[in-house]
Structure formats: C-alpha cells, structure tokens
C-alpha cells in the first residue's frame, strides 16, 4: 500500500470494494430530496452546501484509470468532511458528462447555501464553469490524477468571473476539509465573498513555502542558435493520425522555425507494423526487458508487440527522411488503428536525440525538436497535476525519457507498465533524477508566444492513478498564479536544465512574446 497517500481519511489507492454509493448520493445526476431552504442560514442551523461529484463511467479508458472505484473515493471524501466539518451539512450529488445533470443540479440553487464541486474524473463534459456560477460561496476540489486535466483547463475561467470561489488541489484531504470548514461562517453571517476569502486563506495556510535545496550542478552545453536553425529548417516530423492545431499549424511551424510536419494516416503505420521483422522487435523486447529495474505488469508479448511498434516507427521516419514522430495514439488504439502502443519506442527515440510525440500533440512535437536542436536532451511530454500539499507540479504521462541530459548522458532507472488508462500494452515508468533545474514550456508559432515556467525535480510520484511516470516538482515562483492562470491546453514539454537564458533567446531571435507562467 502506498503510505504516501494514508495522511488523509483514507488512502486514495485503498478503495473498498463492496462499499456502494455514499449515503445521500444519487446516480447519474437525480437529486435526493432535501427540505427547501431560503436566504442565508439561520443562527440556529447549520449552512446546507451541494456537495456535488463530477465523475465519469468506469467501464472506459479514463483518467485516473479504467475500473476506478469513485464510489469508495467519495465515501472517503464524505467521511473526513463528516468528522472534519461538524458545522456543515453537506448534501452530496452525483453528475456525469451530460448538461441536464447540471441543469437539474443547479434548478434547486435556492436550497442550498453552497457548492462544494468536487472534480473526480476526467470527464471533459462536466460543465465545472458553470456549476461555479452562481454566485454563492463555491468550492472547487481536484481528486489528484482523477479529474486534473479539467480541473486545471477550466479553473481560469471559473477565477475570472469575478465570482466568490476558490479551490484545493491537494494530496491530503485534511487540507480539503480545513477549505471545506470555512462555509460555517454563513452561519456567523459572513457573506459569500467573505467565505470565500476564508476558503483561501485555509488553501494558503496549509501550502508550504519552497524548501531551500540548491539543485545540483547541471551545465548544458548549448547549440549555437544559428547551428541550431540549419538542424531545424532540414528537421521533419510525422504526424500520424490526425495533429492538434491541424494545417494552420503545421504552416506557421514551418514559417517560424522550417521545421515541416507532415500528416500520415493510420494505415500507412499500421501496414509498416504488420510487416515489421519480429526479430528485430524481440531483440527490442530483450534489451528493455534486461535494462530495467522492474517489468510490473506487461508479459513479454505485450513488449515484443511494443517492439514491432517501434520498427514500424523507424521504418515510416527512414522513408520519409524524417526526424521524429507524433502519433494520435489514444485514438489509434482505441479505435482499432493499431494493435499496440508506440510509448517504449516513444522512449527509444527521444532517448536517441530523435522525437517521440504522444497524442498528435503537433504544439508539444514541435517544442520538443526546437529544445533538442539547440540543447540535444529530449523534452517529456506530460499532463500536469497541482499539489499545493508540497507546493509542487507533478508531471505525468506514460512516456518519460530515460536520458533526460541526453544520448550519451547517464540513463535513470525505469519500469516497464501497462498504459494506465486502460492497464493494456506497454508504457514506461521513468523514474527521473531529482534535485536538478527543470524548464518547462510550449513554442506556439500560431499564437506566436512561449509559456514558460521552471521547478526543481522533486522526486517520483508513487501513485499508481493515471499516467506511469509521476515527476514531482517544486515550482520557481508563484504556484497560485501558475494554477489560476493555466493557459490552453493542459499538455507541457519539460527538459532538463536551467534554460532560462535560452528561452529569452528564442522569444528575442523569434519575436515571439514570453508568457512567464509562475
């Protein structure tokens, strides 16, 4: 079990099976029925707040993982909020990934003095914004790795409409609860605005100012800029499957930088995978099943198919005389695309200073070949997560590179996993180097800016939810402002080093503006 969860009323990896819907929720969105109560609360009881659970079904591929157990999680939520908040009556709600749920959610706003909304899973239809809306004291919750991506992209909006709102983004309930506690002050007569300060002012108390430890020595032999630019304008990337930002993109990329992308279907990688030489993808099989410290849970098949993958990659980049390769690889295996997935020849690649995109992130793709060309390490890809408990980003994705200073640097231990989503295949659980300067940024040639943050490597988060490799960092800079305004969309590219110099470097050549995130 992993004790580093168990602070808070339960772990989040201890899910109880057998434990059913919480007391007082309802499936998919109907209300249980509550007595109807107007104005602000009364001396005499306590403030009546919507507990409402955005979720989605477990039966798919999701954030934090298929078969996840939300019925245990919420019971654990509701319990500490039972224990912690004696002067609150929560009434809790569950709402999945269809509008009439928020309709109906919010129909009854007159009964309730508050929202708790309490962002489980990555459902992207759970209408979060507008559930933040209405004016009374509202308090947005992330489940770590469960909701993260929609919490993260949508909590701009909800912070710039002006309204009494604030969140928690937290590994440890007890600072979700200390948030929660703050809605008994309706009952003193504070106002909304008033309660929501007090929500704040709790998340603030209970986030750790920055540790003082120096990052380690690392000196990055740099690229001269114009070097770097001859590299580029010769660089091409395939985009397998579709591509983020689509044609627009690929053409202002091409403007910005020479660097051409070009889009390949489906069939054209599936067709190289089927004929890949199996030898070939057993010897890969051997290699990285020898090289690791651990395989969890893949079986050799698994990781000779992920082996086929990679020569199928590397038969579509030598003939297109290509540099690199992003594929929309949730969709190409989901949708019977293709029969295995390219994360370990993802890793293979980027550790052998070529690009290894996930998603058809076109955006990311693109940063990741601009920093090797001028740094040559290979940038990790990742869906950021907030723990303001450790006042860290925690990069996650199920590909991280294992040479992150680059080809002839030292490669860091790694396990071989399945893809968490769905606990298939064959993904990478790097475990990267802590203590080191990281930079963290995106290149967008369309909007014509770089958004930019650095933190220091932290350590590897344990958690087994949502993506296999967890990179703890603490933040350079002001966590609240890096949270509150996230800018579209969730994915970041992090490389090693401190690049600082360097990025003002690309804004200046460019004439790009720099967005310092933190």
């Known amino acids: 079990m992993d004790t580093r969860w168990m602070k808070s009323a339960c772990s989040r990896r201890q899910f109880l099976s057998g434990c059913g819907c ?6 998919a969105g109907s209300l249980v029925g509550s007595r109807p109560v107007l104005g602000a609360p009364s001396s005499n009881r306590k403030p009546k707040v919507r507990l409402v659970f955005c979720e989605t079904t477990n039966d798919k591929p999701i954030w934090p993982n298929i078969g996840y157990d939300f019925d245990a999680r919420r019971k654990c939520l509701l319990d500490a909020l039972a224990r912690g908040c004696p002067d609150v009556e929560f009434l809790p709600v ?14 009854r706003c007159k009964e309730v003095d508050g929202y708790m909304i309490c962002v489980q899973g990555l459902g992207w239809s759970n209408d ?5 809306g209405t004016g009374k004291p509202t308090l947005v919750v992330d489940n770590l790795f469960g909701g993260s991506g929609l919490f993260l992209t949508q909590l701009p909006r909800i912070m710039a409409s002006g309204k009494p709102v604030d969140w928690v983004s937290s590994s440890r309930d007890e600072d979700v609860v200390a948030s929660a506690r703050q809605f008994a002050l309706l009952q003193q007569g504070k106002s909304a605005a008033e309660v929501a300060a007090a929500f704040r002012a709790a998340r603030r108390a209970n986030t750790p100012p920055a540790p003082a430890t120096a990052c380690r020595d690392d000196r990055v032999a740099l690229v001269p800029f114009e070097e770097a630019q001859r590299a580029l304008q010769k660089t091409k990337l395939l985009v397998v499957g579709g591509g983020w930002g689509g044609d627009a993109f690929r ?47 893949p079986a050799r098949p698994a990781i000779e198919d992920a082996g086929a993958m990679y020569v199928a990659m590397k038969e579509l980049l030598d ?24 994360c370990l020849g993802f890793c293979q690649l980027n550790d052998d200073g070529l690009v290894g ?18 740094t040559g390490r290979p940038g990790f890809i990742s869906d950021p997560v907030i723990d303001t408990s450790k006042r860290q980003i925690i990069y996650a994705h199920c590909v991280g590179p294992t040479r992150v200073f680059g080809p002839k640097g030292p490669r860091n231990p790694y396990r071989i996993r399945t893809h968490s989503e769905d606990r298939k295949g064959a993904a ?3 475990i990267l180097p802590e203590n080191y300067m990281t930079t963290t940024l995106e290149i967008d040639p369309v909007a014509r800016h770089v958004l930019f943050h650095q933190a220091r490597s932290a350590g590897n988060n344990p958690s087994d939810m949502a993506c296999r490799t967890k990179l703890e960092a603490v933040v350079h800079g ?19 080093g401190e690049l600082r110099g360097l990025v003002d470097e690309i804004c200046q050549r460019w004439k790009l503006k720099l967005i310092d995130e933190a």
């Open 128 to 132: 979060i914004v507008r559930l933040s």
């Open 357 to 374: 995109g996930c998603e058809a992130d076109q955006l990311s793709a693109f940063t990741m070949a601009v920093m090797g060309a001028l």
């Open 22 to 27: 919480c007391a007082g929720c309802v499936v």
């Open 251 to 297: 053409k202002a990329a091409e403007a910005l930088a020479g660097v051409k992308m070009v889009a390949i279907d489906f069939k054209e990688l599936a067709a190289a995978y089927d004929r890949a030489d199996r030898e070939a993808a057993k010897a890969f099989a051997d290699r990285w099943m020898q090289q690791a410290e651990k395989v969890v849970e």
């Open 94 to 107: 569950k709402v999945l990934e269809d509008p009439k749920h928020v309709d109906e959610v919010l129909a």
């Open 428 to 430: 990478i659980q790097s």
């Open 478 to 496: 002001d966590l609240e402002k890096l949270t509150e305004t996230w800018r579209p969309g969730w994915h970041r590219v992090t490389v090693y």
């Open 319 to 342: 003939k297109h005389g290509a540099q690199g390769i992003s594929i929309n690889c949730l969709g190409g295996f989901y949708g019977g695309h293709l029969k295995a997935y390219p």
